[in-house]
């Protein structure tokens, strides 16, 4: 009678759903892909000062030294080299998205 009576009620068992809560404040990926993006371009930003301040530091302690002067120039030419495909690649991707018309 036992095995009867859960027999007939297996297929509702069958039924339930299981929710399973979203660990992450974002409710997509493309939100998490979004704010890891946003994160490594402040990353970014906070570095490029730092390098620039390295760069004078170089310049300046130089002491007609060409080997370190070339250095200085370099680190601020690789700075603005950064900078410039950093602000490039974030104008791309909305300048992209919209002419998809995705809103971000």
Known sequence: MFVLLLGLTW???AGAQIVIDNPLRYASIQELID???KF??????AVSPLMVVIGAFYLMTAAGDPGRVKTAKTIFLYTAIGLFVIFLARGLVALIR?????TP
């Open 40 to 45: 490594l371009f402040l990353i970014a930003l």
């Open 11 to 13: 297929p509702f068992f």
């Open 98 to 102: 919209s002419a998809m018309g995705v």
């Open 35 to 37: 704010a890891i993006i």
